[in-house]
């Protein structure tokens, strides 16, 4: 049987495959430009690739501010390496597309996926939904708290690390969501730093210091809390009572590869049912419709959702960062 006889049948079959034949046939090198954790890409590179055994695929693995700050000096060389990026969040994304570095994929297989998660031009796919709220040590915390104007408490403000929006795209979008809230604005901000507040870098510095009781709180996207936890680590992690901010590690293809169609093989993989399965494995909510979220999870409907006017954020990014970076460094 042909493979592409096989991938007839597995789609009749119902699973996701390529939008295109060429996609399904692809072969050769793709470079992988992502903001995801080295040990999660690797296991899905090596999903992928027993899907797709002729394409190999290269990773580079940085935090989504100095991944773009990477794609903008080649680009201003030239061009980037980069076949596909997959970030953290559609701000960056929206940046690329607005600089015409994206390459439309009209045939990306979309069925399933809330249109909300959909760029409407096809350039960019949010792949997972990842929310940021609070993560506690339970050796030092007795009360959990289950609001985010609990952090500004004054035992709990001095106790409190942030990931920084100088290096996380999860960050800039939720600073941003959190300072777009009439609830909460600047002031909020103001009055963590005022507390004793401190910013590292990414959410991984976030979790290793609340982790080793170095700090009791933190602000964290939640599969790296939720995911400590199941390893035993003493945190637990918090949705907000007046709700979280979300991004949606959004995959897209640069305009610049030399290879679209093991790039779109590569897209259409990370919308499909195995890649979703994946994402639920490692600690994601999936983005396919009725799929399960991971053990322990609530169910994505129930969350409170922060609005977010994601032009305005991409509008005020560099102001938003050289305020934050004027309150707590960096």
Known sequence: MTRRLSASLAALAGILLSGSALAADASGAITLYTSQPNDQMTAVVEAFRKDNPGVTVEIFRAGTTELMAKLQAEFAAGGSPADVVLIADTVAMTQLKEADRLLPYAEAPVEGIPANLVDPDHTYFGTKLLTT????????????????????????????????????????????????????????????????????????????????????????????????????????????????????????????????????????????????????????????????????????????????????????????????SDLFGG
């Open 133 to 324: 709220g609070i993560v506690y040590n339970t050796d030092k915390v007795k009360t959990a708290p289950t609001s985010w104007n609990d952090l500004k408490a004054e035992d709990a403000a001095s106790q409190l690390i942030m990931p920084s929006p100088l290096y996380s795209g999860a960050a800039v979008v939720h600073v941003g969501t959190m300072t777009q809230a009439p609830a909460f604005g600047w002031d909020y901000y103001e009055a963590l730093a005022d507390g004793g507040a401190v910013a590292g870098q990414g959410n991984g510095t976030v979790l290793e210091a609340v982790a080793r009781g170095e700090k009791s709180y933190g602000m964290i996207v939640d599969y790296m809390a939720m995911n400590a936890k199941a390893k035993g680590s003493p945190v637990a992690f918090v949705f907000p009572s007046e709700g979280v901010s979300t991004i949606t590690q959004p995959v897209a293809i640069l305009k610049g590869t030399d290879n679209p169609d093991a790039a779109k093989a590569f897209v259409d993989w990370q919308l499909g049912r195995a890649a979703q399965e994946q994402s639920v494995a490692q600690g994601y909510f999936p983005v396919i419709e009725g799929m399960a979220p991971p053990a322990g999870y609530p169910d994505p409907k129930t969350l409170r959702v922060l609005a977010t006017d994601s032009a305005k954020l991409v509008e005020d990014e560099a102001d938003l960062k050289a305020r934050f």
